[in-house]
């Protein structure tokens, strides 16, 4: 209980409260403006959380990303633009739904749905991160690498497209994840005779350029203003929605435990969330045909995900330091500048900065519902935001924020290259989410591996002689060799069914 | 094609990897050294490399063997460079904000992107002069980050 107040004390003051209304503000601006990701305001704020204390930094994080998900879905319904990629999955129902005239009580359901799956995830993470830390406390480094390799297995399984451009782009995140001195031997890699590179590539330059730059690049690439004139709609936000909470409520609950599931996958983050939940919801849909053409049921499926999965996504991270999407591995990055080492001592420290977080958490969601409001009758300020002016500044905020880091022009450098080589590799369709676990599980892998390996003199098996890390070593390899199960078993079905077929 | 030349240039870059990696010190005590993983990902930028160009050849020999198919990538040349930008203004930044000073350089850099995307000339130029400054100072005077204040050091 002592913990508990102590917790409540670091959330309860003025600067985190300001912090949190702040970021809530950022968040909607961001998510509200086509073009601008969930990811890129994580990745623009983290120079600035640099110089607050850990709570607010990480309260700024935590309420931004909440609200750009839910903000995302203001350019979507009004502009059929989602805002940011996870509101791309009912883009197209929310959108007809506005052209309808009933823009404000589709958005109105949104927020709900979002509030409701941003709780739904708080509490899971509350209940079940706790419990996990405990298990977690007896691993060593051999479970490490195999949940670092699970991990990463997860982020070339789960991503949308070519598997190989996602096994690619993960080994750019390795290979950048190698830079800098050798733990073992301390011998330099890939640094070039540049002593600011014998510490390692650092991970918000990275970041910025991957996330920032990239975004950049495209829009300029691009001739699209955003700038069509919306049809603003004068419909009530709230009146309808309990009548529809009534009538989707188990859509609300599947969706946001699929969220919370999916979340929590490495690699997988809101959008995957909200596309799965939207295909699940209408695979069980009694009305299969109305998803599309601008039915409610798919909003809530998929926007009761996205928000859960941003909470799903800190249980990994939280628990064993391993992200669970782009946002949460920004974190992790944050946690290490903080000197808040992620991971089961993290629950053990009796500072009540775990219960600052759960407490923030709970705040960013509530927060969203009248600062949601205000977006959704304000919505023109935000969609008429002209880019051409926008994306300057952005370009300027990247500059000085990548410089901020260690105060050095090496920094610019790396996000200038990284910025770079990411929107040549996006061109192509490869996905970046892989590249950052990469990164920031890179290190992990390679140390853990290497310390198994001098506590048993180099014996492989020892990876296999501890029941938990067997078992996390069997799951990756059947994660490995689930593709060509699959084969398998679509080819002994049909050939069971030609069978059958020539019987007849 | 462009399948193609990424799949070549990662297996280029595995055999750079490869190379390079080779060339780390062994340790005495382990038969694994610091060359280990660098060597693994060098072998992984070989076969996913491997493995987008030979799908990418087949789906070109597919298209060739079609009737009528005609391969023709359409490059719009000015977006191209148009996209590049933001990069060469931040390698403008690097090399000239020591002299001109962060804030100048700053201004020039949303100056200038403005124009490209067809903004008014007072507008450009009002947003570019009230921005610099609100970073400079945020950045420089609040957070304490030594901006390089080039010209502004000769007016105080």
Known sequence: ?504 | MRDLFLGLTFMLLGAVVVTVASQYPTMASLQYGPSLFPSLIGGGFLIGGLVISVTQLLTLKSQLLGAGASIRTALDFRSILVSLLPCGLIIFYIFASEFLGAALCLGVIMFVLMLVRRTSLPLALCVSLIASLIIYFLFARYLLIPLPTGLLNFWG
């Not at chain 1, 909470?245 to 188990?250: D, F, L």
């Not at chain 1, 023109?380 to 370009?395: C, D, S, T, W």
């Not at chain 1, 200038?416 to 990469?438: H, N, Q, T």
């Open chain 1, 1 to 504: 209980m002592e913990v508990f107040l102590l917790g409540l004390q670091l959330v309860l003051n003025v600067e985190t409260l300001l912090v949190i209304l702040a970021a809530a503000l950022f968040g909607v601006f961001v998510g509200a403006v086509p073009g601008l990701t969930a990811t890129m305001a994580v990745a623009l704020l983290v120079p600035i959380t640099f110089y607050m204390d850990p709570v607010p930094a990480i309260a700024a994080i935590v309420t931004t990303s909440a609200m750009a998900i839910f903000a995302g879905d203001i350019p979507a319904t009004y502009l059929n633009i989602p805002g940011t990629p996870s509101s791309a999955a009912y883009v197209s129902d929310s959108h007809l739904l506005a052209c309808k005239g009933r823009a404000r009580e589709t958005l109105g359901m949104n927020l709900i749905c979002s509030v409701f799956g941003g709780l739904f995830g708080t509490v899971i993470l509350v209940f079940v991160a706790p419990s996990l830390a405990e298990v977690a406390l007896q691993f060593s480094s051999f479970e490490y690498f195999w949940l670092a390799l699970l991990g990463l297995s997860c982020s070339i399984f789960i991503a949308i497209g070519s598997r190989v451009k996602a096994f690619l782009s993960l080994m750019i995140g390795l290979l950048l994840s190698t830079v800098g001195l050798d733990m073992m031997s301390g011998a330099p890699r890939f640094t070039f005779g540049i002593p600011d590179l014998m510490g390692g590539v650092n991970f918000i330059p990275v970041m910025i350029g991957m996330f920032a730059l990239n975004e950049l690049m495209l829009f300029y690439g691009s001739s699209d203003e955003g700038k069509r004139l919306p049809s603003l709609s004068k419909d009530s936000v709230f009146s309808l929605a309990p009548k529809h909470i009534k009538e989707y409520w188990p859509n609300m609950v599947r969706g946001s435990s699929i969220g919370t599931l999916i979340g929590a996958l490495p690699g997988a983050g809101a959008d995957i969330a909200a596309w799965i939940s939207y295909a699940v919801g209408k695979s069980r849909s009694k009305e299969k045909q109305a998803y599309g053409t601008g039915h409610l049921e798919g909003i809530v499926d998929a926007s009761s995900a996205n928000n859960s999965g941003i909470s799903g996504a800190w249980v990994p991270a939280l628990v064993f330091g391993i992200p669970g999407d782009s946002i949460t591995a920004i974190v992790i990055g944050v946690l290490y500048m903080k000197g808040m080492n992620p991971g089961p001592t993290i629950f053990m420290d009796g500072t009540g900065l775990i219960y600052a977080l759960f407490i923030v958490f709970f705040i960013a969601n509530l927060v969203m519902l009248p600062i949601g409001f205000a977006a959704i009758k304000f919505a023109k300020v935000f969609i008429l935001a002209p880019r051409k002016i926008l994306m300057p500044i952005i370009l300027c905020f990247c500059l000085v924020g990548a410089f901020s880091i260690n105060n050095s022009l090496t920094d610019v450098w790396i996000m200038l290259i990284i910025g770079f080589l990411a929107s040549i590799l996006a061109r192509c369709e490869f996905p970046m989410a892989p590249a950052i676990l990469g990164l920031v599980l890179g290190t992990t892998l390679e140390n853990s591996f290497m310390s198994s390996m001098l506590k048993t003199n180099g014996d492989m098996l020892s990876f296999f002689s501890r029941p938990i890390s067997a078992g996390l070593g069997a799951l990756v390899i059947l994660l490995w060799i689930s593709p060509l199960l699959t084969m398998v078993y679509k080819k002994l079905k049909n050939n069971h069914r030609q069978k059958a077929l020539r019987i007849s």
